[in-house]
């Protein structure tokens, strides 16, 4: 299945695809297009929209779209990506910096890949390891809770 947003890929551009992948659609195919034409993608390839204004999937209720895939799809109950979704939050909303120690970092990852000038593909391909690796930090820690 093709699951659509916007170009440029940041915190929450990167974090859906790798819970998309991981937990949802292991098959998924990620495409990035420029704001205006996400919806029009998405009922065109018959693509899911998520991360855009107006998609399916996207901020809501004071939520990034990371933590509203994890409610649409009842992933709550796994108690690491339930920390890692504050992690994420924290990172990509603005007013929230610091809902976590790690948001700031994530977030200063984020855009140092984003200065670093890369496709769209490219950088998602890079970027997914670091969620990877946050996804095992988050296990660490709920392990030892």
């Not at 859906?16 to 195919?29: M, Y």
């Not at 399916?56 to 004071?62: A, E, L, P, Q, V």
């Amino acid at each position: 299945m093709q699951w659509v947003t916007r170009e440029h890929p940041h915190t929450d551009r990167v974090a859906c695809p790798w819970l998309i992948r991981k937990f949802i659609d292991q098959d998924a195919q990620i495409v990035y297009v420029p704001g205006p034409e996400v919806l029009s993608y998405a009922e065109r390839m018959r693509a899911i929209s998520f991360d855009a204004k107006g998609a399916r999937y996207t901020h809501r209720d004071g939520k990034c779209s990371f933590e509203v895939l994890i409610e649409e799809y009842d992933l709550g109950s796994d108690p690491a990506l339930a920390l890692m979704a504050r992690v994420v939050h924290g990172a990509d909303i603005s007013d929230n910096p610091d809902a976590t120690p790690q948001s700031r970092g994530l977030l200063a990852v984020a855009d140092g890949f984003a200065l670093l000038g890369l496709p769209d593909q490219e950088q998602l391909a890079l970027e997914l390891p670091v969620y990877d690796a946050l996804y095992a930090w988050c296990r660490r820690e709920v392990g030892a809770a």
